[in-house]
């Protein structure tokens, strides 16, 4: 059976939402969410004021515990979930359920992850950096970028290709790297990651 067991925490505005247990249904009025599939359907997504927002029934279950499709992680002071759909891509969004970053670029099959604040959002095959309120810090005028494991910098290349391969992107050999710091600031060229 693949509803085990749920909770029910809430009636909201005729709202009736249930908890995921170990991979679930979760209900927000006639809107359901397969806990088990990384994609959101369209009506868990909803625009207010021009902007994109998770639906407000979801977003106790997404902040309380995550699902598949959707977890919760803390960024410097802040509580941001992720989610992907097709229209937006993958995204993070705040526990009013704004959506404050959107195109963040996919990283081990999910969502890119943020490193010393930053997190890599790429859009029309550029790539650049955004901060925890969705302000470009480095603007979309990298091919690639990449983090440095434990530095306050990341690697960056103008002129690389990318192919997909299955369900996987791999990054040719070729362009010319730099080392870039969190304004986007060249500080120094590096030799590619890739062998030539």
């Not at 207010?48 to 309380?64: D, E, M, T």
């Not at 999910?110 to 309120?133: C, E, T, W, Y």
Request: aromatic share 10%; net charge neutral.
């Amino acid at each position: 059976m693949r509803v085990l067991t749920t909770v029910l925490f809430g009636l909201s505005m005729g709202i009736a939402v249930s908890v995921p247990l170990q991979g679930q249904i979760i209900y927000a009025g006639s809107c359901q969410v397969d806990a088990e599939l990384i994609e959101l359907p369209s009506c868990a997504v909803e625009t207010r004021n021009g902007q994109p927002y998770v639906i407000n029934g979801l977003l106790k279950a997404f902040f309380s515990q995550g699902t598949i499709s959707v977890r919760p992680v803390r960024v410097g002071q802040r509580y941001l979930a992720s989610g992907y759909t097709r229209e937006l891509g993958w995204f993070y969004f705040n526990r009013n359920g704004r959506i404050i970053v959107r195109d963040v670029l996919e990283f081990d099959n999910g969502v890119g992850p943020f490193h010393h604040g930053l997190v890599i959002v790429s859009r029309s095959q550029k790539a650049g950096l955004a901060d925890v309120n969705g302000k470009l810090v480095v603007p979309l005028e990298f091919d690639q970028i990449l983090y440095f494991e434990d530095q306050d910098r990341w690697l960056a290349c103008k002129g690389c290709k990318t192919e997909r391969v299955g369900e996987h992107a791999i990054i040719l050999p070729g362009g010319e790297w730099y080392a870039i710091d969190r304004h986007g600031k060249l500080v120094g060229s590096v030799e590619s990651p890739f062998h030539q």
